[in-house]
Nanobody, 130 residues
């Protein structure tokens, strides 16, 4: 079993910053391919940022230049630095993981394959006030 736990969400003003963290525990042997998704009630889950084991990253167009994803493989941790936050960034943010070795890990495709991630956290709420 694998557990993902997110933290770092909260409420900020327009233009503010937050840093999300996600820690994987349990059977972490072999490592993971990880990504951040977000969801607003009534809408589909949206891929935000993905990262490969070599550090290559991809982002949704709506967050490019404002968000930065990073990881610490030794700590089985994933991070999302969010700057210049906007009210439209308000959502529940989820950490997702799939066992390492997937060919699409970190690629743009990784942002569209939510059903292929086998492990999900419970989410952390981000609210940006205008």
């Amino acid at each position: 079993q694998v557990q993902l736990v997110e933290s770092g969400g909260g409420s900020v003003q327009d233009g503010g910053s937050l840093r999300l963290s996600c820690v994987a525990s349990g059977d972490t042997r072999g490592g993971f391919c990880m990504a951040w998704f977000r969801q607003v009630p009534g809408k589909e889950r949206e891929g935000v940022a993905a990262i490969d084991s070599d550090g290559s990253t991809n982002y949704a167009d709506s967050v490019k230049g404002r968000f930065a994803v990073s990881q610490d493989n030794d700590k089985n941790s994933l991070y999302l630095q969010m700057n210049s936050l906007q009210p439209e960034d308000t959502a529940m943010y989820y950490c997702a993981a799939v066992r390492a070795g997937t060919y699409w890990c970190g690629a743009v495709l990784a942002l569209t394959l939510a059903p292929r991630y086998g492990y999900w956290g419970h989410g952390t709420q981000v609210t940006v006030a205008s």
